[in-house]
């Protein structure tokens, strides 16, 4: 059986007083949203705060709000479960709709956050692993050890970013409201993730992340998200990509933009995207041929490695198939892509 280490929890009621929490404690605490990532974690031992900041008594966190202009904001304490299902996301965001959506399960996306997806530590199959397990291994860059698992000789964590959210929160051009000591600030999120699996994210351990803000959408945006997972639930994506399609009036597209995860340490962003897409119109022969040529720069940009679990070969050849046919889904409107 994993038990958990001794520790003790704070429940504040705002967000000043959180981050007067993380202040005070330091590097003996941290912060617990929805506790579906940090609990397991700590069972591994890959986390041992003294003290857990538990954010569940912060009711401006949550909630989906539209501003007249069209821009969502939504609470990081937001639910995964609610984001998959407000009508709010799922009409102007539908990619993070879908995405949220296919989080984990039905019971872990109740409580599971928005906040907490966006801030999913890396994942590697050499590292997501009980302590014993670790040690028999010799531990690795990420936690105790100085030895890379996957890339040999390798000198920096390759562990990957897994979030769902992420690839869609990109394509949206999303920008995270971050509270710390010395106050507020904005972060566009393309901007928000640093290549390095140890530690991937822009944000201090006395920061908070409070709310993500989606700009108003083109009139005529189109959204999907697609993932590959070895079953249809639970598990984190092998490959997952948000595609965002802006049609014009005259059912042209105006602009578009790929974003990929579980490939590296940070979301990607395919390359020539808007170059290849515009100009062209669903159901037309010039989009099918448009979206094959961006499905091809997606499989040589996107280089698989033994981070997660899957064969990195079978990856790679289902990221111009998962790319294509997320397109195709933005483009009609249709749900999510994944495997049943």
Not at 183 to 200: K, L
Request: aromatic share 6%; net charge negative.
């Amino acid at each position: 059986m994993l038990r958990l280490p001794s520790f003790k929890v704070e429940r504040p009621e705002s967000v000043e007083a959180a981050v007067a929490l993380l202040v005070e404690h330091g590097e003996k605490a941290q912060v617990i949203a929805g506790g579906t990532d940090i609990v397991p974690n700590m069972k591994h031992e890959l986390f041992t705060p003294e003290v857990l900041v538990a954010l569940e008594a912060i009711e401006e966190l949550r909630g989906v709000r539209s501003a007249a202009d069209g821009t969502l904001t939504i609470g990081a304490m937001t639910a995964l479960a609610t984001v998959a299902s407000d009508p709010l996301v799922n009409a102007g965001a539908p990619a993070l709709a879908q995405a949220a959506g296919l989080v984990a399960g039905p019971q872990l996306r109740r409580m599971g956050t928005l906040g907490g997806n966006v801030l999913l530590d890396t994942r590697c199959q050499w590292y997501n692993q009980t302590y014993f397990w670790r040690e028999a291994l010799g531990f690795c860059l990420k936690r105790d050890g100085e030895l890379c698992h996957v890339v040999e000789g390798g000198g920096r964590c390759v562990a990957a970013a897994s979030n769902d959210s992420a690839p869609a929160l990109m394509s949206l051009g999303a920008r995270l409201h971050i509270v710390g000591p010395d106050g507020h600030r904005t972060v566009p999120i393309s901007d928000f993730w640093a290549p390095d699996g140890i530690y991937n994210k822009h944000i201090a351990a006395d920061e908070l992340l409070v709310e993500i803000e989606i700009p108003p959408r083109a009139e005529g945006h189109r959204g999907a998200y697609g993932k590959l997972r070895q079953r249809g639930t639970i598990d984190f994506p092998l490959f997952g990509v948000a595609a965002r399609l802006d049609l014009s009036g005259d059912g042209s597209v105006q602009d578009a933009d790929v974003c990929v995860v579980a490939l590296a340490a940070r979301p990607l962003r395919i390359s020539r995207t808007k170059e290849l897409m515009l100009g062209t119109r669903p159901g037309e022969a010039c989009f099918e041929e448009a979206a094959a040529s961006l499905a091809e720069q997606a499989r040589k940009q996107c280089h698989p490695l033994e981070n997660v679990p899957g064969d990195p070969d079978y990856r790679r050849e289902m990221i111009p198939v998962y790319t294509r046919r997320t397109l195709f889904a933005a483009a009609s409107g249709a749900g999510p892509v994944h495997a049943l």
